[in-house]
């Protein structure tokens, strides 16, 4: 596609449900990230994809939170038990390589978590 | 653990004067990357400079530009002829040139009066 894709664009859950968070990458973009921004915060990371294996998994922050990219391209964030806290914005974000930073990432534009 | 940290929530600047906003970082890294990303309301993070470190020039895109000052690990963002579409939230963020993650800043508003 022509950018990165994420879907939904909002998403309102109950406490408690789980949630799944989709991302289609820039075709060809071999390395995918996902970053979580709380309002008015910085986004964090959360984990990084090259192709379909995690490399980093170090932000995700309890085993409640576990991603997927099972054919290297889209990948998918899923969240169990959703608490309150996990209200943010998830923003995915892709690149041509994993081989630094010296490879530019192309962003999404996110998915509107709300836990009510 | 790298940090970075941008101390001004908010800047205000007039329509085509200048601004510069100001980031600092930490790292024992020797060879990573800096960035600037403009977020606007449609919350899709926008590159606009980046720097590598061991480039001394500092990187310049039109009216956009950065005084990196390695050694004091500064890295601010120089905006001229400032225009409404400039206004945003404004991140800085550290990259280091084994992992492609980005280490974030808090962020600032930018706002540009007319």
């Known amino acids: 596609g022509a950018g990165v894709s994420q879907t939904p664009s909002n998403k309102v859950t109950e406490k408690g449900k789980y949630v799944e968070l989709r991302c289609d990458p820039i075709?060809?973009?071999?390395?995918l990230y996902w970053y979580r921004q709380s309002l008015g915060q910085g986004p964090e990371f959360l984990i990084y994809f090259q192709g379909t294996g995690a490399a980093d998994d170090s932000g995700l922050p309890n085993d409640r939170f576990f991603a997927v990219r099972p054919e290297g391209s889209v990948s998918t964030l899923k969240i169990q038990r959703t608490e309150r806290g996990d209200s943010a914005v998830y923003l995915c974000?892709?690149?041509?390589?994993?081989?630094?930073?010296?490879?530019?990432?192309?962003f999404g534009q996110g998915t509107r978590l709300t836990v009510v | 653990a790298q940090t970075v940290t941008q101390s001004q929530p908010e800047m205000s600047v007039q329509e085509a004067e200048t601004v510069t906003l100001s980031c600092t970082y930490d790292?024992?890294?020797?060879?990573?990357?800096l960035f600037w990303y403009k977020q606007p309301p449609s919350r899709q993070m926008i590159l606009v400079i980046r720097?590598?470190?061991?480039?001394?020039q500092n990187a310049t895109e039109n009216r956009f530009s950065v005084n990196f000052q390695k050694a004091a690990k500064s890295f601010s963002l120089k905006i001229s002829d400032s225009q409404l579409g400039d206004a945003a939230m404004y991140f800085c963020?550290?990259?280091?040139?084994?992992?492609?993650?980005?280490?974030f800043g808090q962020g600032t508003t930018l706002q540009v009066k007319p």
């Open positions: 963020a550290f990259g280091s040139s084994n992992t492609g993650k980005l280490i």
């Open positions: 075709s060809g973009h071999t390395a």
């Open positions: 974000a892709s690149s041509l390589t994993g081989t630094g930073a010296r490879t530019e990432a192309f």
């Open positions: 790292t024992s890294e020797s060879d990573y990357y």
């Open positions: 720097q590598e470190a061991y480039k001394q």
